[in-house]
């Protein structure tokens, strides 16, 4: 079955990159990556979550290119990276290590903003040195750190047991997505998005996602099910914003605060009202928004660097 290919045209269009390039992991595993914007200007790295790719990022790399030099990639197995036979945390860690360290210079550091699973890639790096090398600042957005089927919303039920039972299945499903019909429109939508989401957003969102294989979309629905990074919350010692929409069901808000709480360094937690979990797509200015923010406090000449102390907590509970 042919899988469906992103749009052509329009916001979410992926735009060309200027360069691109293959980098190999610890364990051999190769991952696609893109450079886009001009040389010399601040960094910015995306990883993007559990059954997308880099044309997720489709709108921040667009806009922060004009002035940024934005480093994205697909997960092993995701978009253009071939699948390997290792998945899990130490891998996300081991790749996101490779990709900084193929892409920045010695001791430049990066902006590194991860959606979901690209989130848990940044928990799962915090204590190498690889990332604390090349870290100024993170973005958490629309992730968790532990709990994700049991907190999961997607089954509208009463939370518990049965609830957890039928998640798993739900997320851990092996069936083909097939092709992207009306009804797996409004299938992904309610899963995934706020109901206001705009139609085109909705469309440019189901084109990723049902074009992640079945086998890896299963073999990662099975990490994401044991997921335990509590600890690389506390190792996370460098300032990071957490953003959420509040009507997520797959990571709800709940996990959001939990972040928030826990974070050495948290700069600000943001819940966007009425939006779901594809947030970047959703509302793609005040993602780009809160990146450029946080490149000009910690990665611009000007910025204050990786002590962030005095912005601890300034932002904590900053609203839409």
């Not at 290792?86 to 903003?113: F, M, N, R």
């Amino acid at each position: 079955m042919s899988r469906p290919a992103p749009l052509a045209f329009g916001p979410y269009a992926p735009p060309a990159a200027a360069r691109e390039l293959t980098v190999v992991s610890a364990d051999g595993a190769r991952l696609h990556v893109e450079v886009h914007g001009p040389q010399g200007a601040p960094a910015v790295v995306l990883a993007h979550g559990w059954t997308c790719s880099t044309a997720f990022w489709a709108a921040q790399i667009r806009d922060l290119a004009v002035d940024h030099r934005v480093i994205a990639y697909d997960q092993r197995g995701h978009g253009r990276s071939p699948a390997s036979r290792s998945c899990g945390t130490e891998q996300l860690a081991d790749d996101l290590e490779a990709v900084l360290a193929a892409t920045l210079a010695p001791g430049e550091k990066a902006v590194i903003a991860g959606h979901s699973m690209g989130g848990m890639t940044v928990m799962a790096a915090a204590g190498r040195p690889g990332f604390h090398a090349h870290a100024a600042a993170v973005l958490l957005c629309s992730t968790g750190a532990s709990r994700l089927v049991a907190e999961s919303t997607v089954v509208p039920i009463r939370a518990g047991r049965p609830r957890t039972w039928l998640t798993r299945r739900v997320l851990g499903s092996r069936a083909p997505l097939g092709p992207v019909t009306p009804l797996a429109l409004r299938i992904l939508k309610y899963g995934t998005m706020g109901a206001g989401t705009a139609p085109h957003a909705v469309e440019a969102c189901a084109r990723i996602v049902h074009a992640c294989p079945r086998r890896v979309r299963h073999a990662w629905s099975q990490v994401l099910d044991l997921l335990d990074l509590d600890e690389g919350v506390r190792q996370l010692r460098v300032p990071a914003a957490v953003i959420v929409g509040t009507a997520d069901r797959l990571t709800p808000p709940v996990h959001a605060r939990a972040l928030a709480a826990a974070l050495p360094q948290c700069v600000g937690l943001t819940e966007l009202p009425g939006l779901g979990h594809m947030t970047p797509m959703e509302a793609p200015e005040r993602i780009t928004a809160k990146i450029r923010e946080l490149v000009t406090d910690y990665a611009s000449p000007h910025g204050t660097g990786n002590d962030g102390n005095d912005n601890d907590d300034a932002r904590i509970g900053e609203g839409a």
